[in-house]
Each structure stands twice: as C-alpha cells, then as structure tokens.
C-alpha cells in the first residue's frame, strides 16, 4: 500500500482553468502538507493542515485552497490557473510530533 | 527566520569514491532535526538521513553519513563508495522540534552526477 498517495500524476491544462489534486495518506498521520517545486527545483511550503488548523504560507495566492474532507485527506483546488502555477506539487504528511515526513510521489502540473 | 543553505549547486563524483554535499543553516532555536532527501529523476523525495540536534553522536545509514557540527550550524553529507543510483538532488532541511512543530525548510539543493 502507498503510504501517501496523490493524483493525478501529470495534469496539463489551460489557462484559467480550476483544476484539484487529491492527496490521501493512510499513516495515521495527525498533520498533512503541501508543497511547491519550482523549475529551479526549490521546494517551498504552501500549507499546513492539522485538526483541522490551517496555516497558509502568506506568499501563496488565494487562487490556491487546501480542502480537507477527513484527516486522511488533503486536497489542493487551484481557481483560474495561471502560467506561473506550472510546477511540481508534493503532499506530505508527519505526526505533530514526531519528526519525520513521508512525501507523496508528486504531481507534475503544466498550464498552457 | 530559519534558513538552510547549500552552497554546491552541482557536484560530481567517480564511482566507488566518496564526495561530501555541504549544508549551512541558521535558526535561534536550540531543538531541532536535520534531514538530507534526495530526490532521484523519479522525482520521488526519499530520507536519506536524519539527526537530533541534541544528538552529538553523527548519524550513519550504510553508506551515508553526516558530520554534524552545532555550532558551527552546519550538517554535510558524506557519501562513501558512491554507485551509479545515488546520482540525483540532495536536499538539505531542518525543522524546528517541539510541542507546534514548524514545517520542513528546504536547503536550494545540489545536483549529484556519479561518474562510471
């Protein structure tokens, strides 16, 4: 079984479209998180989501919204996509507190 | 606000020698852990390591080990008898320990090339 599971995979899609990628963990993890990799390869925190607590990186546009149906789920729904949004997006998840993260394989996001 | 710095954007290695990837970073916090992942073409971020700041003893995982030196805020990666698969990025991250933990930092990453 995938410890952190997300889809889809690769999304290609137009400008100003909404698109979601849906991430699932089955860790028994307390906190869940998303994270942008840029063309540079730079991974930068977008949000954090514990019990229901959401802390939002203040640079990220509020295009961009965490929905979390359960503690097993955390999705990212993207409004009126940009060129810029193009990039890899990781969920991850940990136990508050404990140390380590397990990644998600990534979802590979082109808008055209 | 904490910082993790990797000042070798790209290194180079010849199979079965050992190279070190170099980590800096800065935090007021005295709790902390440090990671190195990598992240192969796959594109899939893998732990490679981790250490307890309040740890003194250096962690080691077969081939990889880390030279820790609290003071001087810095965490290197040393990897022996490089083989062909550990070509890939290898990201440096710290993350504050304590009751609120605070999220993954990443280091900008250094690109790892291993020679046949």
């Known amino acids: 079984d995938t410890a952190v599971s997300q889809t889809p995979k690769y999304l290609v899609t137009q400008m100003g479209n909404d698109k979601s990628i849906k991430c699932e963990q089955n860790l028994g993890h307390d906190t869940m998180y998303w994270y942008k990799q840029d063309s540079k390869k730079f991974l930068k925190i977008m949000f954090s989501?514990?019990?229901?607590?959401?802390?939002i990186n203040e640079t990220v546009p509020n295009r961009f919204s965490p929905k979390s149906p359960d503690k097993a789920h955390l999705n990212l729904h993207i409004n009126s996509l940009e060129l810029g949004d193009s990039a890899v997006y990781f969920c991850?998840?940990?136990?508050?507190?404990?140390?380590?993260?397990?990644f998600g394989s990534g979802t590979r996001l082109t808008v055209v | 606000a904490q910082t993790v710095t990797q000042s070798q954007p790209e290194m180079s290695v010849q199979e079965a020698e050992t190279v070190t990837l170099s980590c800096t970073y800065d935090t007021s916090e005295s709790d902390y852990y440090l990671f190195w992942y990598k992240q192969p073409p796959s594109r899939q971020m893998i732990l490679v390591i981790r250490q307890e700041a309040y740890k003194q003893q250096n962690a080691t995982e077969n081939r990889f080990s880390v030279n820790f030196q609290k003071a001087a805020k810095s965490f290197s990666l040393k990897i022996s008898d490089s083989q062909l698969g550990d070509a890939a990025m290898y990201f440096c991250a710290y993350r504050r320990a304590g009751g609120s933990q605070g999220n993954l930092i990443f280091g900008k990453g250094t690109k790892l090339s291993v020679k046949p």
């Open positions: 989501y514990n019990n229901k607590e959401l802390i």
């Open positions: 991850a998840s940990s136990q508050r507190t404990g140390w380590g993260y397990t």
